[in-house]
């Protein structure tokens, strides 16, 4: 049987349209937006960006009279894929919790509304796809970010398009504004800083911050008055708040918070920007949460020591950051940037051989042939150099700036086995 979908532009199947029945890596050409679909046969897999990149959403048959029903962040669509299954199955995978299939390891062949309750594990570093397709996704009980899942070995979560281990869970800061009291009528979820807001709805009477923090405005592009907002409900917030129903924009404000015992128990405290000396404040630090942001912490003060780095998530022990201790005295906030850019050297001082680098590098060996990098020029971005191949062992942040030699991105040897873009978290 044959697949076919039809894209519109405007909500309730309205406005231009377009009709697909094979695989596109590019549909921008045939419209701009999409607010509703209609699949007719067959079940499609849609991408946020072209070639299959970007947010995913998997579509069965059915009409979609609004992206919010097929559970999208915005009116974005830019490529498409198709898919035959059987809805009998049979269906098998294994998740573990470690990269390469190593860890603790688990067997699917059903349906698991959270992925906690059975796997005793927030976080999934591999899976091997036996038979079936599948979807992942970021939240308990189908909700959040999606991963369309083919069968085959997924060796490291970026393997199947995800920035985080974390599965079925909240891996994601997420703001829900709706539009009417007690979280009713249309909403609108927001996961990151957002200029404009007024496109995506007209008012907003109560919001649901699921997780991280915000400052919301009532103007665009970060303006006007002001509104903290932590994690909770606001079921009426203009009472509370004694604002109008204008929300414009909002950002993101990054947190983590380190706990002195393992799962988030004991004295604690919360950091929303970088700190040369938490030993002060904490004795020991055995369990983290990272609400919102990316950070970079340090076994010792003014950021020496091994180095780990922490994105969104929830890390209930030190050995889920890789950690080997309780030791935890400084720490820095990641910003995110939109473009990658080094140069790798093989002698001190930018001597020797030299190479370009714009992505991950899952083996320097492999790639540019030599075991060592003695100094590096980093013009644009965040990296992450790793002493072992496939982003294993002691880490270093690298950050824009010139490194003449080894020893001042804090390496003890020359030895880099993988290279990582810090990307958005």
Same mark, same amino acid.
Not at 233 to 255: K, Q
Not at 311 to 337: F, K, Q, T
Not at 380 to 402: A, C, Q, S, V
């Given at each position: 049987?044959?697949?076919?979908?039809?894209?519109?532009?405007?909500?309730? #199947?309205?406005?231009?349209?377009?009709?697909?029945?094979?695989?596109?890596?590019?549909?921008?050409?045939?419209? +701009?937006?999409?607010?509703?679909?209609?699949?007719?046969?067959?079940?499609?897999?849609?991408?946020?960006?072209?070639?299959?990149?970007?947010? *995913?959403?998997?579509?069965?048959?059915?009409?979609?009279?609004?992206?919010?029903?097929?559970?999208?962040?915005?009116?974005?669509?830019?490529? @498409?894929?198709? #898919?035959?299954?059987?809805?009998?199955?049979?269906?098998?995978?294994?998740?573990?919790?470690?990269?390469?299939?190593?860890? *603790? !390891?688990? %067997?699917?062949?059903?349906?698991?509304?959270?992925?906690?309750?059975?796997?005793? =594990?927030?976080?999934?570093?591999?899976?091997?796809?036996?038979?079936?397709?599948?979807?992942?996704?970021?939240?308990?009980?189908?909700?959040?970010?999606?991963? /369309?899942? $083919?069968?085959?070995?997924?060796?490291?979560?970026?393997?199947?398009?995800?920035?985080?281990?974390?599965?079925?869970?909240? @891996?994601?800061?997420?703001?829900?504004?709706? *539009?009417?009291?007690?979280?009713?009528?249309?909403?609108?979820? @927001?996961?990151?800083?957002?200029?404009?807001?007024?496109?995506?709805?007209?008012?907003?009477?109560?919001?649901?911050?699921?997780?991280?923090?915000?400052?919301?405005?009532?103007?665009?592009?970060?303006?006007?008055?002001?509104?903290?907002?932590?994690?909770? %409900?606001?079921?009426?917030?203009?009472?509370?708040?004694?604002?109008?129903?204008?929300?414009?924009?909002? $950002?993101? &404000?990054?947190?983590?918070?380190?706990?002195?015992?393992?799962?988030?128990?004991?004295?604690?405290?919360?950091?929303?920007?970088?700190?040369?000396?938490?030993?002060?404040?904490?004795?020991?630090?055995?369990?983290?949460?990272?609400?919102?942001?990316? #950070?970079?912490?340090?076994?010792?003060?003014?950021?020496?020591?091994? *180095?780990?780095?922490?994105?969104?998530?929830?890390?209930?022990?030190?050995?889920?950051?890789?950690?080997?201790?309780? +030791?935890?005295?400084?720490?820095?906030? &990641?910003? !995110?940037?939109?473009? /990658?850019?080094?140069?790798?050297?093989?002698?001190? %001082?930018?001597?020797?051989? !030299?190479?370009?680098?714009?992505?991950? @590098?899952? =083996?320097?060996?492999?790639?540019?042939?030599?075991?060592?990098?003695?100094?590096?020029?980093?013009?644009?971005?965040?990296?992450?150099?790793?002493?072992?191949?496939?982003?294993?062992?002691?880490?270093?942040?690298?950050?824009?700036?010139?490194?003449?030699?080894?020893?001042?991105?804090?390496?003890?040897?020359?030895?880099?086995?993988? &290279?990582?873009?810090?990307?958005?978290?």
């Amino acid at each position: 049987m044959s697949s076919k979908i039809t894209f519109y532009e405007d909500r309730n #199947f309205q406005g231009r349209s377009h009709e697909c029945d094979t695989d596109c890596p590019d549909v921008h050409p045939h419209f +701009s937006r999409c607010n509703s679909i209609k699949v007719e046969s067959g079940c499609w897999v849609l991408y946020e960006k072209p070639d299959y990149t970007g947010y *995913q959403y998997v579509l069965t048959r059915g009409e979609y009279p609004d992206y919010q029903r097929w559970m999208g962040y915005n009116d974005t669509v830019r490529s @498409c894929r198709t #898919f035959s299954y059987t809805s009998e199955g049979p269906y098998r995978m294994r998740i573990y919790e470690r990269p390469n299939f190593q860890g *603790q !390891m688990m %067997e699917f062949s059903e349906d698991c509304e959270s992925v906690q309750d059975h796997f005793r =594990s927030r976080d999934i570093y591999s899976c091997n796809v036996m038979e079936g397709y599948w979807t992942f996704y970021e939240h308990p009980n189908y909700r959040g970010r999606q991963y /369309f899942m $083919r069968p085959g070995e997924f060796r490291k979560f970026s393997d199947w398009g995800a920035t985080c281990a974390t599965t079925g869970t909240s @891996c994601v800061t997420l703001i829900i504004f709706y *539009q009417d009291r007690h979280f009713g009528g249309q909403h609108y979820e @927001c996961m990151s800083d957002c200029t404009d807001l007024h496109s995506m709805f007209d008012r907003c009477r109560s919001i649901r911050v699921e997780s991280g923090m915000f400052v919301i405005y009532d103007r665009p592009g970060f303006m006007g008055t002001q509104y903290f907002m932590k994690r909770g %409900e606001y079921s009426d917030y203009m009472g509370t708040a004694g604002m109008n129903d204008c929300v414009r924009s909002c $950002r993101m &404000i990054p947190m983590i918070i380190f706990y002195e015992d393992k799962n988030f128990s004991g004295r604690f405290i919360e950091c929303s920007n970088d700190s040369a000396d938490l030993a002060c404040l904490l004795k020991r630090c055995n369990s983290i949460r990272v609400e919102s942001g990316c #950070f970079m912490i340090y076994e010792k003060s003014n950021y020496d020591g091994n *180095q780990y780095c922490l994105r969104r998530g929830e890390y209930p022990d030190c050995h889920h950051w890789m950690g080997a201790n309780d +030791s935890v005295c400084s720490c820095r906030l &990641i910003h !995110m940037e939109p473009s /990658f850019n080094m140069r790798l050297y093989t002698r001190i %001082e930018f001597g020797g051989q !030299m190479m370009d680098l714009a992505d991950d @590098c899952p =083996s320097v060996k492999d790639r540019f042939h030599v075991n060592d990098i003695f100094s590096c020029n980093v013009t644009d971005g965040y990296w992450l150099f790793y002493e072992h191949p496939d982003y294993r062992g002691r880490m270093h942040l690298i950050k824009p700036g010139d490194y003449k030699r080894f020893s001042e991105w804090g390496g003890r040897s020359a030895r880099v086995g993988s &290279i990582r873009r810090i990307l958005d978290c």
